[in-house]
């Protein structure tokens, strides 16, 4: 992807909405590892795929600053609920005011701490479930809530090239070890359908086949 066909891409999909661009912007003037930050592109893919599936409760692993968050509570019906988990409470702040600001605001639910405490707490059935927290457990995310997804229901993990790193046999870092588990975790899953798409730093779709209850 060069930076012309991306900006080619961008400028032929739906323009970025004002409250996404401004969480964007001040995620990259306060805050470290701004490319976290899902980002125009992505976003409006994640919005796509909410209105297809029609969830009517998500589950996110990994809010950071709250633009994931938004695109789906964008694209998600109107009587949906949205949890999202993120760790690092010094951004609570940050993400709630976003959040405030949304016209869904009363639909999503922020949730501090550890998602492996608290998403059993909050309880399922999901409907869809996006992984884009810790690296280096996805694979036990991965496990802790498949049970709890709707036969049929989606998940999505984000970053599952991760920089490319996973076809480098030199790399032996923690994280892209998380990465590499999972996917061939997943990989061999016969409860599940699964895809990769080369988008950003890699999107997997993964369906929980009905017959898996």
Sequence with gaps: MTEELENYILEHIDPEPELLRRVNRDTHVMCLYSN???GHLQGRLLKMLTRMIRPHRILELGTFTG???LCFAEGMPE?????T???????????????????????IHLHIGDAQEIVPAIGGPWDLVFIDANKRTYKEY????????????????????????VSDAKC??????????????????PRVEKAILP????LTIIYKKPEFA
Excluded at 154 to 161: E, R, W
Excluded at 199 to 202: K, P, S, T, V
């Design 36 to 38: 976290m930050c899902s």
């Design 67 to 69: 633009y994931s968050a």
């Design 79 to 83: 009587d949906a609920e949205l949890h």
């Design 85 to 107: 988990v993120e760790i690092n409470d010094e951004l609570a702040d940050f993400i709630q005011g976003h959040f405030d600001s949304s016209p869904r605001a009363e639909q």
């Design 142 to 165: 991965y496990e802790m809530i498949l049970p709890d997804v709707r036969p049929g229901g989606f998940i999505i993990a984000d970053n599952t090239l991760w920089y490319g790193k």
């Design 172 to 189: 032996h870092d923690a994280q892209t070890l998380g990465i590499l588990s999972f996917n061939d975790h997943v990989s061999n899953d």
């Design 199 to 202: 988008l950003r730093d890699g």
